[in-house]
């Protein structure tokens, strides 16, 4: 079915850097057979951090759905909003409020994840010997629509985050998303109670 994944992130270091390349977040069984979907922030080789990589899995050990993928400078410390959108027939990606790239010549059927890992964020979280592509940077305002967001509305949330920020949230909300995860908690620590003979 249809969904949409939108978030902010901050690379820790610049694309150029392999250090920058990352999973985000990731909804997928990696291990034999691949179904899901992940986000890299990652060039089309997997070696530097200078683009952005949709890619979604159907069921099989090796073979890709396909890929949507935008090549461009990622600096670090500089805010991103990224949303990837499946339609059912074409991945998109959206930064910064702009349609970056969509991809509509894929082969085969997208299957969605079983796994009980279920959704990850900040990592591609497999197990095993395979590396988790963890992500060397921030992600905030973190939501999963279970329907594919207009263009209309990927535009009206980076300009309500950056001209009305206080708004953002109200924006999100209105548009029903299965989750959303803000970051924004406050740290509550445990406390422990000591008793003393």
């Not at 986000?39 to 050990?61: A, E, M, P, V």
């Amino acid at each position: 079915a249809p969904f949409s994944v939108e978030f902010w992130a901050k690379p820790n270091y610049p694309g150029s850097s392999t250090a920058a390349c990352g999973t985000p977040t990731a909804f997928i069984d990696y291990n034999s057979p691949r179904r899901g979907w992940l986000i890299y922030q990652s060039d089309s080789t997997l070696n530097y951090g200078n683009g952005w990589i949709f890619r979604l899995y159907r069921n099989s050990s090796t073979t890709l759905l396909g890929d949507a993928e935008i090549q461009m400078p990622v600096n670090a410390n500089v805010w991103y909003h990224i949303v990837c959108v499946w339609d059912g027939a074409a991945a998109k990606i959206y930064t910064n409020g702009v349609l970056a790239v969509s991809a509509n010549k894929l082969t085969g059927t997208y299957t969605a994840a079983t796994s009980a890992r279920s959704l990850t964020i900040g990592s591609r979280g497999n197990t095993g010997s395979a590396a988790v592509y963890e992500y060397p940077g921030s992600i905030d305002e973190y939501a999963y629509y279970t329907n594919a967001l207009g263009a209309s509305d990927i535009a009206a949330h980076y300009a309500a985050a950056t001209t009305n920020a206080t708004g953002y949230a109200n924006q999100v909300l209105l548009l029903s998303p299965a989750g959303y995860w803000r970051f924004n908690e406050k740290f509550n620590p445990t406390t422990a109670a000591m008793f003393l003979a």
